[in-house]
């Protein structure tokens, strides 16, 4: 389980070639405000391509509000 004050959030990587997102990873949010770009392999293209980053809602890494 997280710890209370826990920096690293959840983010998925989406390839920008097909869309797909097949990657998932944490990142520190502190150290890395931008987005993170990474060259990872796709296997539908068979080939590296460039994955960023996009939000990754679960539930976990958000406080939802009370009503």
Not at 5 to 18: P, Q
Not at 25 to 52: A, C, D, G, Q, V
């Amino acid at each position: 389980m997280a710890k209370k004050g826990d920096k690293r959030k959840l983010i998925g990587l989406v390839s920008e070639e097909t869309g797909e997102r097949i990657y998932y990873t944490t990142k520190n949010t502190m150290n890395t405000p931008e987005k993170l770009s990474l060259r990872k392999y796709s296997r539908r293209l068979r080939k590296h391509i460039w994955f960023t980053e996009t939000k990754k809602n679960l539930g976990r890494n958000e406080v939802k509000p009370k009503k």
